[in-house]
């Protein structure tokens, strides 16, 4: 079985100050983790993947995120928060086990920018 | 390249009713799957198909059904709506072992009153 916790429901930041959003995982696999970010009314947009490759995995709009196997988290981080990151932010994970694919959302953290 | 497309954008229904959902994958990818976005439920994965074949199904009741195209296009079918079923119905694809990420299409709001 797989699941995802993400800590925070909701963050909130100031423009131009560090972003940190959080993310547990547990896994039974090898698993791929990848976060994806939801603007109101919109569908989800791939940010960035971890698939046992490189630890620190960096994405697009300058987010990055850092596997940590010995703390089973993902958490996503921007050095300068813009006002356009103001979205849901959803962590997933995906077991390789063959027949399986379904990937397992995360509760969502609403990240706020404020002015 | 076109991303994953969607119809219709909105849909309201009567409780009773069905409905038919329509995606058509990113060209080259072969697999489709839907998810629900409830309100309060967050989303959940529903039905994945691949080169016309059913190969996984979430923890939904049968009413929930679907098939995939010859052109990799897939349709969801929902009988005998039920007030709870109004959410966002997402697709994504892939392509099968190439990687396990998925595609998103900008989803179809379903309302049932």
């Known amino acids: 079985a797989q699941s995802v916790t993400q800590l925070d429901s909701h963050v909130s930041v100031s423009e131009g100050t560090p972003v940190l959003l959080r993310c547990n995982y547990s896994s039974s696999y090898s698993p791929s983790l990848f976060w994806y970010v939801q603007h109101p009314n919109k569908g989800l947009q791939l940010l960035l993947k971890y698939t046992s490759a490189a630890t620190l995995v960096k994405g697009i709009n300058g987010f990055e995120a850092e596997f940590k196997k010995s703390e089973t988290s993902f958490h996503l981080t921007k050095p300068s928060a813009h006002m356009s990151d103001a979205a849901e932010y959803f962590c997933v994970v995906t077991g390789e086990r063959t027949g399986r694919r379904a990937l397992t959302f995360g509760s969502g953290t609403r990240l706020q920018v404020q002015p | 390249e076109a991303g994953v497309t969607q119809s219709p954008t909105h849909l309201i229904k009567t409780r009773g009713q069905q409905v038919t959902l329509r995606c058509s994958p990113i060209s080259g990818h072969t697999s489709v799957y839907w998810y629900q976005q409830a309100l309060g439920l967050g989303l959940q994965f529903l039905l994945w198909?691949?080169?016309?074949?059913?190969?996984n199904r979430g923890n939904f009741p049968p009413r929930f059904s679907g098939r995939q195209f010859p052109n990799y296009s897939s349709e969801l079918n929902v009988n005998a709506l039920e007030l709870e079923d109004s959410a966002l119905y997402l697709c994504?694809?892939?392509?099968?072992?190439?990687?396990?990420?998925?595609?998103f299409g900008p989803g179809t709001r379903l309302t049932v009153t």
């Open positions: 198909y691949d080169e016309g074949e059913e190969r």
């Open positions: 994504a694809s892939s392509i099968r072992d190439r990687g396990p990420e998925q595609y």
